[in-house]
């Protein structure tokens, strides 16, 4: 198929660098407030799937297989936007999150900071994860 007649879907993962285990780095970001709300591994079939979706699917390395993110817990992420770093190695997902993006019931997975030496929490749980996963 020539460039002219690729699809669109084509196209993206054609730019998509991924590793050795097929697998590219995508930090999810709330879309209109910018807060950086956790990382996680897509591979090819998760990025079709979220971009023919419209909710965001991951690749679970512990699990070997696809997580829609919020299908145990409820905590949707839907997607607003996919952008490529400048190589195509990494991915930002610009997403509505519903709830909480923390398995530990915060907001953000980025909830300690290095600061005077040592590590500090800075942000609480808003939910209790037993709530969010329970067995």
Known sequence: MSRA???????ILKAVVFD???LVPAIAQQHDSGEVLMLAW???????????SG?????SRSRRALWRKGETSGQVQMLV???LDCDGD???LRVDQTGV??????RSCFFRSARGGALELIAEPLVDPARLYPE
């Open 90 to 92: 990494a991915l930002l």
């Open 42 to 52: 897509m591979n090819r079939e998760a990025i079709e799937e979220t971009l023919r």
């Open 55 to 59: 909710r965001v699917c991951y690749w």
């Open 5 to 11: 007649h690729e699809s669109p879907l084509a196209a």
């Open 20 to 22: 050795e285990q097929g």
């Open 101 to 106: 993006a923390c398995h530990t019931g915060r």
């Open 81 to 83: 936007e996919m952008r």
